[in-house]
């Protein structure tokens, strides 16, 4: 069914002819609307319809409420910010901070977390392979993508009470726009502008709200390419390898700090759950 | 009796109501975050999270350095840049075609010593026939044809590609032989890619 769909949005591509440009033209419209780009947002409006995420939200629900690992204790104590075991909403208020380790957490960070302190699982074991390919996906993304679809129609409201949620945001900032690297890339050199794409892929402009959720809402997001199912972890890691940084650790506190300023630049708009990518 | 009693709250005080460590301000935090949580991986090492002079200066205005600083440093990267030896600008614009087209080059999960690409359609319309392109940079479609392919212009073009920076110091643009990213060769091909009447850019 996929594949036949993948046919016939490459068809729809090849038949598409670009908008012409004159050479020197300055910039286009805010939102680039030619006919490539509206074939792709037809064939993912066909493939919302029936989104593999939702086989990873049953997995992840299943392995929040076994009781798995050296401790054999399920997850249903663990307290993603409103409280032991409470799921609904969660998600969309990460990151936010939290007294019992007295720093900012967001979803993964904090599931991890809980895996480690309730179950006993290694925490340098879940760094080591966090990512999911083609024949694994590990248990912390699909937990995550559980706790993603229980905050499914909720605003995006990360708490910004706290000096350190504060903290995390204004330090988040600095390292969205911070240029380094081969390249001289920051996050704004693609994520700073409206109207922006990389080759066919369109590039949501994070430092403002109605643009932002664009990109936060499909997270975490089953990718057609090589099916599989990918967190923001996964996406912040290979954005950072795109602009030729060295490697960000896995649920470190510099990506909570990026994931605090994603989300609160989010603030007000509707979470759609987890989403599907091509 | 007092001290014990002062040590004693320090250690039950949560760590909320402590008063607060000397802050650094959000850059410095940041970039002591990045140093602590980054690791190098293949060809892509720490020295490159540390800020060279352009990017220091360029992520500290915004990317709107004041206009004679811009110009200054704009003229010392124009001097760094090394122009052939054989007084030749422009290549092949087939090779061109295919070093536009290749994303490669840099990341981590390149090869050492592997020639890379330009990754030039990320960014920029280029050839008609590609519709898969980015609108980061401007439409590169018709270049010569419509700015002309004379050695002024030759000269523009390879120095741009050789380092942007030299032309607009806080460019989006790569600097992509002046950190090794492309060879005299490759940008010689994209030259003729832009500037070759023969060129499909240009028909």
Request: charged residues 20%.
């Amino acid at each position: 069914m996929t594949r036949t769909l993948a046919l016939c949005a490459a068809a729809a591509l090849v038949a598409a002819a670009p908008v012409p440009q004159a050479a020197g033209q300055t910039k286009p419209p805010a939102v680039e609307r030619d006919a490539t780009t509206e074939e792709f947002e037809k064939f993912r409006a066909v493939l919302e319809a029936d989104n593999p995420a939702e086989l990873f939200e049953l997995r992840g629900a299943a392995l929040w409420k076994t009781p798995r690992g050296p401790k054999n204790a399920s997850l249903e104590r663990c307290d993603l910010g409103l409280g032991p075991g409470v799921v609904k909403g969660a998600y969309v208020q990460l990151p936010r901070y939290f007294a019992d380790t007295g720093k900012v957490m967001d979803a993964e960070q904090r599931i991890v977390h809980c895996m480690v302190t309730l179950q006993g699982f290694d925490a340098a074991a879940l760094a080591k392979q966090p990512f999911s390919n083609e024949t694994r996906t590990p248990d912390p993304v699909a937990i995550t993508t559980f706790v993603a679809g229980q905050s499914r129609g909720m605003k995006i409201a990360p708490p910004q009470t706290r000096p350190q949620e504060r903290e995390a945001y204004a330090v988040g900032r600095e390292i969205f726009f911070y240029r380094a690297g081969g390249y001289d890339f920051s996050c704004a050199s693609c994520h700073g502008e409206d109207g922006k794409r990389i080759r066919t892929q369109q590039l949501p402009n994070f430092t403002r709200p109605e643009e932002a959720i664009r990109s936060y809402q499909g997270w975490p997001g089953y990718r057609m390419t090589g099916g599989v199912m990918h967190t923001l972890q996964w996406r912040l890691n290979d954005c950072f390898r795109q602009q030729r940084f060295p490697e960000p650790g896995y649920v470190s506190d510099s990506l909570t700090a990026l994931l605090t300023y994603l989300a609160v630049n989010s603030k007000g708009q509707v979470y759609k759950g987890p989403g599907i990518k091509r | 009796m007092q001290r014990l009693a002062a040590l004693l709250l320090a250690a039950t005080a949560p760590a909320i109501l402590a008063p607060p460590a000397a802050a650094d301000d959000p850059r410095t935090a940041a970039v002591t975050a990045l140093q602590r949580d980054f690791k190098p991986r293949g060809i892509a090492t720490m020295n490159f999270l540390v800020e060279d002079g352009v990017q220091a200066i360029c992520n500290r205005t915004d990317d709107k350095p004041p206009k004679e600083i811009a110009q200054r440093l704009e003229q010392d990267q124009l001097a760094g840049i090394r122009w052939p030896a054989d007084g030749k600008l422009v290549g092949d614009w087939k090779s061109g075609e295919r070093i536009a087209q290749n994303g490669r080059g840099m990341t981590w999960s390149d090869p050492a010593n592997a020639p890379g690409g330009g990754s030039c359609y990320n960014c920029h319309r280029i050839g008609p026939q590609e519709t898969s392109f980015g609108t980061i940079g401007p439409s590169l479609f018709q270049f010569g044809k419509t700015r002309g392919s004379g050695p002024d212009m030759q000269r523009y073009v390879y120095g741009k590609i050789y380092n942007a920076k030299a032309f607009s110091l806080c460019s989006q643009m790569p600097r992509f032989d002046h950190v090794g990213a492309l060879s005299e060769q490759q940008i010689k091909d994209l030259v003729a890619l832009l500037l070759d009447p023969g060129s499909p850019v240009n028909k």
